[in-house]
């Protein structure tokens, strides 16, 4: 079984410019999560989709960050402008719906340094 | 609210030595309650996962977990540490009621000295 996959896998822009993150989840897998890990934290959830539909975006940083999931497989997320404090590692997960109690499987992650 | 805490951001063990890291949640509601572990540059790979069946869990790589309701906790152990066990590790709490959102401790980095 394929994992999630997630690219770029580092990516390094100058505040101010745009980037985008790519996720595709296991297959049949409904929920999708983005986190953000900042060096020495817990990831934190930036949004949580159920097939293509938000469950959760409470604490997605709106004014700058966007998240789409066409047809509830892939996912983008995209900052733009960027600021020195999006430093950091951001993480796709999957996790079966309806499965009670299902852990999420976790993608290698996207670096981004923003200088 | 919900919350999970890890009592310990570091924890050094001598290698074949017993490992303990503490977990302790706070919910309204029965929990899912999940640690991962995190290897330098690799992705949160899971070790075990509590699903309100037994209260001791058995997890990958000689791993365990008690689940003790009355005290809100789900510790972590292993009886012989190994340098490869070396890592972040993380506990987190899920509620299917809020449609499986996780949320994560802060981490324990376990650090294994020959």
């Known amino acids: 079984e394929a994992g999630v996959a997630q690219s770029p896998r580092y990516k390094i822009i100058e505040k101010r410019q745009s980037v985008a993150f790519w996720c595709n989840p296991i297959s049949g897998h409904a929920t999708l999560y983005w986190y953000q890990q900042i060096l020495g934290q817990g990831p934190k959830l930036l949004i949580q989709f159920q097939n293509n539909g938000v469950v959760d975006d409470s604490q997605l940083p709106k004014d700058r960050f966007s998240a789409e999931r066409l047809k509830g497989v892939d996912s983008t997320l995209k900052i733009q402008p960027a600021k020195l404090e999006d430093s950091a590692v951001y993480l796709c997960a999957s996790s079966l719906q309806g499965q009670n109690r299902a852990e999420a499987f976790f993608g290698q992650g996207t670096r981004l340094t923003v200088v | 609210a919900q919350s999970v805490t890890q009592l310990d951001s570091h924890v050094s063990v001598s290698e074949g030595t017993p490992v303990l890291l503490r977990c302790n949640y706070s919910?309204?509601?029965?929990?899912?309650l999940f640690w991962y572990v995190q290897h330098p540059n690799k992705g949160l790979q899971l070790l075990l996962k509590?699903?309100?069946?037994?209260?001791l869990v058995k997890g990958i790589n000689g791993f365990e977990a008690e689940f003790k309701k009355s005290e809100t906790s789900f510790h972590l152990t292993k009886p012989s540490a190994h340098m490869s066990d070396a890592a972040e590790y993380f506990c987190v709490v899920s509620f299917y009621n809020q449609g499986g959102k996780l949320i994560f401790g802060q981490g324990t980095e376990l650090s294994v000295k020959p």
């Open positions: 919910s309204s509601y029965s929990p899912s």
């Open positions: 509590y699903t309100s069946a037994a209260t």
